[in-house]
């Protein structure tokens, strides 16, 4: 009987660089289900970034209000599943926040003091309560013109918990480590001869991960951009990192934002009424 080994691949995706380490006893099979996944991986970024104009995201982004839109299985899935999370943390994650994004930050990414007129504006054009989502026709329909949907803050964790799924189920591998750009990690069964995957992210030393995933957002690649969907405001730079671990790399990629806006009670309340769910603090 062959020993399973680690094989390891890298791909240029979602701005960010996804990265596979996969157990498995044959190196071509292992390269066959890399492939097949970052193939998933490029199809969903044509779906879902907001940057490319003919993606779901892009023909419902700018939408005039009342218009039906037309949606695929990927971006009704992130759409369905931001609105819970909005929900869920009252608003902290909201991937509407497009408008505010706009006036609150300058081309070069620097803050930008807006006036009032444009956050009354901005304001009146985000939430999910003005987006009506119909999961069985795949449809849109903003109530709002001009609202701008982004999944930066949920995509990445969204592909690979896709990834997951094709490796599980079209591939037979159940353990296998999926990055994405260092900040989205989810870990399937173990490494061998552990009883997990040892990982860094979001504690002072390393520790075990296994059939969840972890998430964390900083400021050391875009600086300021992290806004509080509540109070319209950029998140201060000097405040502790949090980090999230959720059963699965969508979840806790939507809350590695979320818990950056919300204070540590709220974080706590969330976290107990969601089992499985926890927040890392770290010094930034």
């Excluded at 996969?22 to 879902?48: M, S």
């Excluded at 054009?125 to 701008?148: N, Q, S, V, Y």
Aim: aromatic residues 8%; glycine residues 8%.
């Amino acid at each position: 009987m062959t020993t399973p080994s680690l094989h390891r691949f890298g791909h240029e995706a979602m701005a960010t660089r996804f990265e596979l380490t996969l157990v498995h006893p044959d190196a071509a099979e292992a390269a066959r289900a890399a492939h097949a996944v970052f193939d998933d991986t490029d199809r969903l970024e044509q779906e879902l970034s907001r940057f490319i104009p003919h993606s779901d995201l892009g023909r419902l982004n700018g939408s005039e209000a009342g218009r039906i839109v037309d949606l695929r299985e990927a971006a009704m899935d992130v759409l369905s599943y931001g609105k819970e999370i909005w929900e869920q943390t009252g608003g902290a994650f909201d991937m509407t926040i497009g408008p505010l994004y706009a006036i609150l930050r300058w081309p070069d990414g620097l803050p930008r003091k807006a006036s009032p007129e444009e956050l009354a504006d901005a304001r009146a054009r985000c939430g999910f309560h003005l987006l009506d989502l119909d999961p069985e026709e795949f449809t849109a329909i903003p109530k709002a013109a001009g609202m701008i949907t982004d999944a930066g803050a949920i995509g990445k964790g969204y592909a690979l918990d896709q990834a997951a799924q094709i490796l599980t189920e079209d591939y037979g591998i159940t353990n296998a480590l999926l990055n994405a750009g260092t900040s989205t990690i989810l870990a399937l069964g173990s490494m061998p001869g552990h009883d997990g995957w040892l990982v860094r992210a979001g504690a002072p030393e390393p520790f075990l991960l296994q059939n969840e995933a972890v998430s964390g957002t900083g400021f050391d690649v875009r600086g300021a951009h992290i806004i509080d969907p509540r109070s319209a405001r950029l998140v201060n730079l000097r405040r502790i990192i949090r980090w999230a671990v959720a059963p699965n790399a969508t979840l806790a990629d939507a809350l590695s934002t979320a818990f950056m806006v919300m204070n540590r009670r709220e974080i706590n309340t969330f976290t107990r009424r969601h089992p499985g769910t926890r927040a890392i603090f770290v010094s930034d």
